[in-house]
């Protein structure tokens, strides 16, 4: 896919609630700083700037703790996550796009990831073949999909299985592989991991997910990462 997303469209985090947190907890409006992350480009492109800092609302606990993190084209939204922690992204010729975020103690001790694919029809197969049942995403069209692993949990908060428009959350236990999402995959997280997985079946297929795993007194900010999503 290779629209690119607006900025000003996708900071809206006010009102979300953060799991493991009380509904209505304090919050504040900070200022975050934008970081560029090192991209691996396909093809040049021209490159939007981007402001310094960027006001967003976030539980006044992370005041101070917070940064968002943005691929070379922009082509994913900006991605919150922990401040001052390693970031890399790739954005390929054919417009798909990645970023990972991950904790300078390494994957393991924290990781934020988000990924853009399509329209690649197999690359979104790929993404949503165990939840889709549409002819030629779903698993048996698809020529089977491996079962989803013990310890993940699935739910669509739009549409359904059958739908080609459809926004899906996910949770997985710790140290569970999460089959989809995990942009690159490098090795389970000892905390649990949130995600959210936007799809469109459509003419240009295409897929958006987020996946968040943050131990410790940050894991309650992995709400406000995948709820950016919408």
Known sequence: MRRSIALASVLL????ALPGSAAGAARATQRLAVVACPTLVGAAAPVRPLPARVAVA??????GRVALYVDRDHRLAPVLGPAHWRCRAEDTADG???LEVLSPKGARSGLVTASLDGPCHSCVAADVCRLSTVRGFGAASAGGCRALPGGLRTRFLAGNASSRR????????????VPFGAWPVRAPVAATTWGRMAYDL???????IVTCALPGDLSGLCGSVVARMG
């Open 13 to 16: 985090v006010t009102g979300l």
């Open 202 to 208: 459509s003419a240009a297929p295409w897929t958006r």
């Open 96 to 98: 798909q796009a990645g």
């Open 166 to 177: 459809a926004l899906v959350s996910f949770r997985a236990a710790p140290l569970t592989r």
């Open 58 to 63: 976030l539980p006044a606990r992370f005041s």
